[in-house]
């Protein structure tokens, strides 16, 4: 039942975009591995700003 639920949670990061930093992280390590020793390029704070701004930006509806 543990197990479902933490499932569930990390479905439910995933699609609210909860989880997309540790994306972001992910995806530095695994392919940007000729700078191991490089941070991210983006903080925590400065990945949300960009993130948010280009998902709100602009005409967001059909009419």
Not at 10 to 29: F, N, P, T
Request: net charge positive; with cysteine.
């Amino acid at each position: 039942m543990l197990k479902m639920l933490k499932k569930l949670w990390c479905y439910v990061r995933h699609v609210s975009g909860d989880d997309a930093y540790e994306q972001y992280l992910k995806h530095h390590a695994e392919f940007h591995q000729a700078t191991v020793d490089a941070p991210p390029a983006l903080s925590r704070k400065e990945f949300f700003k960009l993130w948010q701004d280009s998902k709100w930006k602009g005409i967001n509806r059909c009419c």
